[in-house]
């Protein structure tokens, strides 16, 4: 936790020592979603390599499942799969709010915010003007995010830090950090000079540069944030060893059914022929005789494994991960819709994964609020918290049919909506527009 900016003086260590841990984490949440599961399981790579079955040789993961990546997907896909519908009570606005989620391509920003949410637990959204003029919105990367916040109130902000590294073309250095120091309406860029892992002096005169904004141009966005953390929970750490044993457990499994792929045979002395180099080989498909009981018979040895323990272990393991994860087997596993007939069936099946993100939602809800108003402030267009209004959705396919049964069997078979009112439900249209669509079908 970071209170005050002397991480940045001369002579400090770079990344500050608190935050190592957050960084290295990001890092292995990283590979993992790319699927590098073998550089963050070594240990349990480990565990196979010492097995006597491999007879020292070198080994790799049988398998390598990326549920990480399958989790992040799912989760952005029930988010922001199907876009919020964001709209402004006051009218001359709608049109500029409109064309600011067109042009900043709000949806492709949400759902990428989404991933980094389940990934990291912290999604950076940043407010700039462009070299139009325009309000721009980016998504930053969480390990260039440093929070100062108050050692009373870890929630209060106090400057949001936003460095990074780069080469340095100066020799005696091994990198330049840049930096940006966020405060209410402005930013100060500093640079400074790297070398072994410890800030230097500083390269260039501190600029300050105004946001135009009245509070800070970096938003971040977490869905899950104790009362004494700073930064958010994710996705992965609750089932990181659920993963790993399942990866270990199903690569002992194919290695031990590798091995008994080719069995060996057994048989008399007879069966035997030289190879003409000093070896002997097999000869199948002759006939042996035996000339009594106590000779083996000609044949190949088989072997029962008796994994049906090792299977009732991975079994296991897999529905810890569907509740862990809260995503349930109707999203990661392959059996989880079987026996749905219905919509309504498949949403009670993912009634975990549901409740997951709306819970997102709800926790993201203001800030995309924060970060929309200060876009549109950048444009000339202040508006309140009050006049912005955001619908999400659960990003599930709607059955019309079944709703509109069970609202009329709820009413006895009697209509439940007027015709107005059924327009503007099916379109997702606003009162106005909905009005202007009923007019149409009167007159025509």
């Known amino acids: 936790m970071l209170t005050d900016l002397s991480f940045l003086a001369e002579g400090a260590s ?165 930096v940006q120091v966020h405060e209410r309406g402005f930013y100060t860029e500093m640079s400074f000079r790297l070398s072994g892992g410890v800030i230097q002096k500083k390269t260039a005169p501190d600029r300050i540069v105004p946001t135009g904004l009245p509070g800070f141009a970096v938003v971040p966005l977490q869905a899950v944030v104790t009362s004494d953390g700073v930064y958010g929970c994710d996705d992965y750490m609750p089932v990181d060893s659920i993963i790993s044993e399942i990866m270990v457990v199903s690569g002992n499994i194919s290695r031990i059914l590798d091995m008994h792929a080719a069995p060996s045979m057994q048989g008399p002395s007879s069966a035997l022929q030289e190879d003409g180099s000093g070896g002997w080989t097999v000869r199948a498909g002759n006939y042996f005789v035996r000339e009594d009981n106590s000779e083996p018979e000609v044949g190949y040895i088989t072997w029962d494994g008796q994994l049906s323990s090792a299977f009732e272990l991975l079994s296991a393991l897999h529905e810890q991960l569907y509740v862990l994860s809260e995503m349930g087997e109707a999203l990661l596993g392959t059996g989880g819709q079987a026996g749905v007939t219905t919509f309504r069936g498949l949403k009670l099946r993912m009634t975990g994964a549901l409740c997951k993100v709306r819970r997102i939602a709800a926790n993201i809800d203001r800030g995309l609020r924060e970060v929309i108003r200060a876009a549109l402030l950048l444009e000339g267009t202040e508006i309140g918290p009050d006049e912005l209004s955001i619908c999400w959705y659960d990003g599930l396919p709607d059955d019309a049919s079944e709703e509109i049964q069970r609202l009329m069997l709820e009413n006895g078979g009697r209509p439940t909506m007027s015709h107005l009112k059924s327009i503007r439900l099916a379109g997702r249209l606003t009162e106005a527009e909905a009005e202007e669509e009923y007019r149409k079908i009167v007159d025509s």
């Open 14 to 178: 770079w990344p500050p020592p608190g935050e190592r841990e957050r960084l290295e984490r990001y890092a292995c949440n990283r590979r993992l979603f790319e699927g590098q599961h073998a550089d963050v399981y070594a240990a349990q790579l480990e565990r196979i390599r010492r097995s006597p079955l491999e007879n020292g040789a070198d080994c790799s993961f049988a398998t390598a499942p990326n549920y990480q990546r399958l989790i992040s997907l799912k989760t952005a896909d029930l988010l922001a799969g199907e876009p919020p519908r964001i709209t402004c009570a006051r009218p001359e606005a709608a049109e500029g709010l409109e064309g600011l989620l067109c042009r900043c391509g709000f949806p492709l920003l949400l759902y990428q915010a989404a991933l980094d949410i389940s990934r990291y637990g912290d999604a950076i959204i940043t407010v700039r003007r462009g070299e139009d003029g325009r309000a721009e919105l980016a998504l930053g990367q969480p390990a260039t995010w440093f929070p100062v916040v108050s050692p009373a109130d870890v929630k209060r902000v106090k400057k949001h830090v936003i460095a990074w590294t780069e080469a340095d073309g100066d020799s005696r250095y091994t990198a330049a950090l840049r």
